[in-house]
C-alpha cells in the first residue's frame, strides 16, 4: 500500500497550487483519502476528505470555497486544489486513506486512518 503526496511548493498570497495523491496497492473503493496538514508547532489537522465510492466530501470551514477535492478513477489519484492560498495555509500536507466500515462520522479523526503518505511543504510567502 503506498500514497504518494507531491504538487508542493512556494506560492504568493493569493496564488494557487494542486497537490496529488497518488495511491497504490489497494482498491479505493471501500476506503475516503483525507488530506491533512501540519504547521511547525501545531496538530495535524484534517483540511479535506472524499469517499471514494460516493465522492461524499468535506471541508474544514478554513478552507470551504478556497479548496476543491477531485480525483482520477483510472489513475487512483486524489487531487487538491488550493486557491486563494494564504500564509496561514503554510504547513506539510499529507494524504491518507481509511476504511469506510469506520463510519463517515470519524473523518476528521487522523487516528482512524490505516494508511499515511509523506508530506508535501506548502508555503505562501511573498
Known amino acids: 500500500v503506498q500514497l504518494q503526496a507531491s504538487g508542493g511548493g512556494l506560492v504568493q498570497p493569493g496564488g494557487s497550487l494542486r497537490l496529488s495523491c497518488a495511491t497504490s496497492?489497494?482498491?479505493?473503493?471501500?476506503?475516503?483519502i483525507g488530506w491533512f496538514r501540519q504547521a511547525p508547532g501545531k496538530e495535524r489537522d484534517l483540511v479535506a476528505a472524499?469517499?471514494?465510492?460516493?465522492?461524499?466530501?468535506y471541508y474544514a470551514d478554513s478552507v470551504k470555497g478556497r479548496f476543491t477535492l477531485s480525483r482520477d478513477n483510472a489513475k487512483n489519484t486524489v487531487y487538491l486544489q488550493m486557491d486563494s492560498l494564504r500564509p496561514e495555509d503554510t504547513a506539510v500536507y499529507f494524504c491518507a486513506a481509511k476504511e469506510d466500515r469506520a463510519g463517515w462520522s470519524t473523518i476528521s479523526n487522523r487516528d482512524s486512518y490505516n494508511y499515511w503518505g509523506q508530506g508535501t511543504q506548502v508555503t505562501v510567502s511573498s
Open positions: 496497492g489497494f482498491s479505493l473503493y471501500h476506503f475516503s
Open positions: 472524499i469517499r471514494w465510492n460516493d465522492a461524499l466530501t
